[in-house]
């Protein structure tokens, strides 16, 4: 059974830096992409940032140029290293990995806080 388990948020003032990191049970070679996802009170969750297996990385248009996705296959573990984080980034981020064969299948952390105060 995989486990994805994340750690690093919490609160920080506008301007500040977080790194978050997602620990997965198996090797990230496993998954086709690993990826934050963020959800704020009465938004829907929105796709920060991914990583393929091949090491090809997106970032939502809202982070680019403040966060960057990154992982070390070693530790099986992928980050979020969050810079200039604004109010805005408030919001709970999950990791996702996701297994793509004949269907797609996602897995997800519990999720962590990020408090951004102004």
């Known amino acids: 059974q995989v486990r994805l388990v994340e750690s690093g948020g919490g609160l920080v003032q506008a301007g500040g830096s977080l790194r978050l990191s997602c620990a997965a049970s198996?090797?990230?070679?496993?998954?086709?992409?690993m990826g934050w996802y963020r959800q704020a009170p009465g938004k829907q969750r929105e796709l920060v940032a991914r990583i393929s297996a091949s090491g090809v990385t997106y970032h939502a248009d809202s982070v680019k140029g403040r966060f960057t996705i990154s992982r070390d296959n070693t530790k099986k573990t992928v980050y979020l290293q969050m810079n200039s984080l604004k109010s805005e980034d408030t919001a709970v981020y999950s990791c996702?990995?996701?297994?793509?064969?004949?269907?797609?299948?996602?897995?997800w952390g519990q999720g962590t806080q990020v408090t951004v105060s102004s």
């Open positions: 198996e090797s990230i070679f496993s998954f086709n992409f």
């Open positions: 996702n990995a996701q297994k793509i064969n004949i269907r797609v299948k996602d897995f």
